[in-house]
Nanobody
Framework: QVQLVESGGGLVQAGGSLRLSCAPSGRTFSTNTMGWFRQAPGKEREFVAAIRWTGASTYYADSVKGRFTISRDNAKSTVYLQMNSLQPEDTAVYYC???????????????????WGQGTQVTVSS
């Protein structure tokens, strides 16, 4: 089992920034990819970004490309999502996920992931 704990959510004004963190624990060696997803009220969960634990591969949704940056600190076993230029439409619960995924294109699908965090709320006011 892998446990995921997200932190860093909160309330920010439009144009502001937040950094989310995800610290996995447990059998993390069973996974090779970490992803961030989000779900707004009344909407389906959508892919935001993904990163491999090794190498330089990252993958972003078009809606966040150029504004969000996913990164990792292997020494701390932590994955980050730096969110800049936040807009009200970025308001959602953000979830961290972990899985063993073959291709980065597969990382955009929620069913590619085996483990999920509880989520952290991000609210962007206009």
């Amino acid at each position: 089992q892998v446990q995921l704990v997200e932190s860093g959510g909160g309330l920010v004004q439009a144009g502001g920034s937040l950094r989310l963190s995800c610290a996995p624990s447990g059998r993390t060696f069973s996974t090779n990819t970490m992803g961030w997803f989000r779900q707004a009220p009344g909407k389906e969960r959508e892919f935001v970004a993904a990163i491999r634990w090794t190498g330089a591969s990252t993958y972003y949704a078009d809606s966040v490309k150029g504004r969000f940056t996913i990164s990792r600190d292997n020494a701390k076993s932590t994955v980050y999502l730096q969110m800049n230029s936040l807009q009200p439409e970025d308001t959602a619960v953000y979830y961290c996920a972990a899985g063993a995924i073959g291709t980065m294109q597969g990382a955009r699908y929620s069913n590619s992931y085996d483990y999920w965090g509880q989520g952290t709320q991000v609210t962007v006011s206009s």
